[in-house]
């Protein structure tokens, strides 16, 4: 079983940060994965 698990408390509601790119990013590469399970 896959699992992965993205945890980051600085998200804010701005889509232009360096936060908002690296959790597209970590999405990506976990939808590329093909995961079981992904918790935020």
């Given at each position: 079983?896959?699992?992965?698990?993205?945890?980051?408390?600085?998200?804010?509601?701005?889509q232009?940060?360096?936060?908002?790119?690296?959790?597209?990013?970590?999405?990506?590469?976990?939808?590329?994965?093909?995961?079981?399970?992904?918790t935020?």
């Amino acid at each position: 079983m896959r699992l992965i698990q993205i945890t980051d408390l600085h998200l804010s509601d701005r889509q232009d940060t360096p936060a908002a790119d690296a959790l597209r990013w970590a999405i990506t590469e976990s939808n590329r994965s093909s995961p079981d399970l992904v918790t935020f």
